[in-house]
Nanobody
Framework: QVQLVESGGGLVQAGGSLRLSCAAS????????MGWFRQAPGKESEFVAA????????YYADSVKARFTVSRDNAKNAVYLQMDSLKPEDTAVYYC?????????????????WGQGTQVTVSS
């Protein structure tokens, strides 16, 4: 069992930065691949980034590549999403999820655990 809690969201101007954190409970956190998704009002959930259990492999959506960086610290049971050069279209609720491996990482329904989400709002 893994419980996830996101934090770090907020209101920021376009061009600014935020760092999201996802704190995990459970001794098996280090065995899970982690993903970040976001959902804007009236839109479907969108894959943002994913990272392997070791942190050695990362994937990004084209829309955030070169602006966002996903990382993890297994000693602290945490995964992070550094978001730079934010745009108004990045506005959404951001969720972290945990799954057994990176296969099907783009599809939310294949994740085993989810956090409650954190709101990110980027003003123009």
């Amino acid at each position: 069992q893994v419980q996830l809690v996101e934090s770090g969201g907020g209101l920021v101007q376009a061009g600014g930065s935020l760092r999201l954190s996802c704190a995990a409970s459970g001794r098996t956190f280090s065995s899970y691949a982690m993903g970040w998704f976001r959902q804007a009002p009236g839109k479907e959930s969108e894959f943002v980034a994913a990272i392997s259990w070791s942190g050695g492999i990362t994937y990004y959506a084209d829309s955030v590549k070169a602006r966002f960086t996903v990382s993890r610290d297994n000693a602290k049971n945490a995964v992070y999403l550094q978001m730079d050069s934010l745009k108004p279209e990045d506005t959404a609720v951001y969720y972290c999820g945990a799954k057994q491996n990176l296969a099907t990482m783009f599809v939310p329904r294949f994740y085993d655990y989810w956090g409650q989400g954190t709101q990110v709002t980027v003003s123009s």
